[in-house]
């Protein structure tokens, strides 16, 4: 035993055993070597991956199969993080990416629908209040990237929103279409948004088609019908309004105001004596009279017809009159009583929905 134990000390000899040292953080791409001092162990290059460093205890794997066994954790914890990364961008497969864009940079499109007078509205007006009221639209208006531009869009549709925050001074939120968009898909995007919205007048909308037509966008009108999803018919209609002279169109107090019968009627007088019609319309011109005035003047029919009076209600309850002269001119009366008794609120929309009734029989 003595013997053994004496071979032992003889060959154990001058060794010892290093104390363990803090081990340097390693790099964000490195797995260290081994340490080569300890006895057995020969010295072996740094190994290089794209990998962040494996999360650890305080005390480094000493041995070759530890640092294995950390390295296979940390790509564990990796392919993890990157299905999670999936799932989440499979969430949004075939969104359109929405942004704040400064309104300067985006131009209207050249099929761009809005009249200059349908920003002097009180609808625009409440328009505008409602979005500088929210600090911005809240719907997105759609832009498509100008090819060889960039940083710089063209608006597909939301021309109102759009012009609200240019006047506000402030961003607005946009939706990028980043696919191909040809221009007769923006020209179908536009109408097919300004048709679920309901807020485009029948001027506008024939103003629309005939632009696409006298470009060319279009070869015919039944084409262009099945491209927007309308009866030929209807195109029909839209194009007669776009079609009256201009002597006609500024008879009116706003072009808005001329709907599809208007349209038919003059149409139908122009075709059959267009000089009585236009020298009816010097007279007209700047009477500011209610639509139906000045179709029934330039029509050359008695304009000497009675009153049309509607009445102000509120919950089924008549709560005054409203009165429309032959020459325009509209007049609002409250009944005793309606003021103090209704909210504010209630009162104005009464009003505002028989104005509307008046607006749409004019």
């Given at each position: ?6 071979r ?6 001058g ?34 991956t794209?990998?962040p ?55 209207a499109?050249r ?5 200059s007078t ?9 328009l ?6 929210a600090?911005?639209n809240v ?7 100008v ?5 710089q869009y063209?608006l ?21 279409w980043?696919?191909e ?19 485009l ?13 006298d470009e060319q ?9 099945e ?6 018919t ?17 008879c ?17 007088a ?28 330039l ?17 089924g ?5 409203c ?26 929309k ?10 749409l029989?004019?």
């Amino acid at each position: 035993m003595a013997s053994t134990r004496k071979r032992l000390e003889a060959l154990t000899a001058g060794l010892s055993i290093p104390e363990p040292t803090p081990a340097a953080a390693p790099t964000a791409h490195a797995i260290v070597a081994p340490p080569a001092s300890l006895p057995g162990v020969a010295a072996a290059h740094a190994v290089e991956t794209r990998f962040p460093p494996a999360q650890t205890s305080s005390l480094a794997p000493r041995t070759g199969p530890g640092q294995m066994l950390a390295f296979r954790g940390q790509m564990q914890a990796v392919e993890g993080e990157l299905a999670a990364l999936r799932d989440r961008l499979r969430q949004h497969d075939g969104s359109t990416p929405t942004r704040k864009l400064d309104p300067a940079i985006i131009r209207a499109s050249r099929w761009a629908n809005r009249h200059s007078t349908s920003f002097e509205t009180a609808e625009f007006a409440g328009l505008k209040a409602d979005i500088e009221q929210a600090g911005g639209n809240v719907q997105p208006i759609l832009v498509r990237p100008v090819a060889g531009e960039p940083g710089q869009y063209e608006l597909v549709f939301g021309h109102r929103r759009h012009r609200a925050c240019l006047d506000l001074g402030i961003p607005v939120l946009a939706a990028i279409w980043l696919d191909e968009l040809g221009d007769i898909e923006l020209f179908t995007a536009m109408d097919r948004e300004n048709r679920e919205r309901s807020d485009l007048s029948a001027y506008e909308q024939g103003v629309m088609y005939q632009r696409a037509l006298d470009e060319q966008l279009f070869p015919t009108q039944r084409q262009l019908a099945e491209k927007v999803g309308r009866s030929h018919t209807w195109v029909r209609k839209a194009l007669m309004v776009a079609q009256l002279p201009s002597a006609v169109v500024e008879c009116f107090r706003s072009p808005l105001e001329v709907q599809h019968r208007h349209a038919e009627q003059l149409n139908a007088a122009l075709d059959k004596d267009r000089r009585s019609v236009l020298k009816r319309a010097e007279k007209v011109r700047g009477l500011k009279l209610a639509p139906a005035a000045v179709v029934a003047r330039l029509l050359g029919l008695d304009v000497t017809a009675k009153p049309e009076k509607l009445a102000i209600q509120s919950d089924g309850k008549t709560v005054g009159a409203c009165v429309r002269a032959a020459d325009g001119t509209v007049t609002l009366t409250l009944l005793p009583g309606a003021v103090s008794e209704l909210a504010s609120d209630a009162l104005l929309k009464s009003m505002a929905e028989t104005l509307q009734k008046v607006r749409l029989l004019g």
